[in-house]
């Protein structure tokens, strides 16, 4: 079966970096497009980032767009996230998705979740 299983979280300063990693199984990893969300406590899942499987076009959401960026090594089956200049508003459990689509900003796009990693940003 699938897996997405999220590593990396952990507690950073605020203005620090971070990277966190999904490594996949149980997938073509190259035919599927993949997208990294949060969400913090008490609030709705965010779109973060993702990049498709055509072409690795990438996308980011507002609040990260600059900060964050998305890499990914199909020969690893794994996706990456490298964050930088981190806020403490970054504090949320990041959760990596995969889908076969090329519609990447919304969670109904995806079939795939892992559990989440946490990611706690300190001021």
């Known amino acids: 079966q699938v897996q997405l299983v999220e590593s990396g979280g952990g507690l950073v300063q605020a203005g620090g970096s971070l990277s966190v990693s999904c490594a996949a199984s149980g997938l073509t990893f190259r035919s599927y497009s993949m997208g990294w969300f949060r969400q913090a406590p008490g609030k709705e899942r965010e779109f973060v980032a993702a990049m498709i499987w055509i072409g690795d076009g990438t996308y980011y959401g507002d609040s990260v767009k600059g900060r964050f960026t998305i890499s990914r090594d199909n020969a690893k089956n794994t996706v990456y996230l490298q964050m930088n200049s981190l806020k403490p508003e970054d504090t949320a459990v990041y959760y990596c998705?995969?889908?076969?689509?090329?519609?990447?900003?919304?969670?109904?796009?995806?079939?795939?979740w892992g559990r989440g990693t946490q990611v706690t940003v300190s001021s």
């Open positions: 998705a995969a889908t076969r689509g090329v519609g990447v900003r919304r969670t109904s796009q995806y079939e795939y």
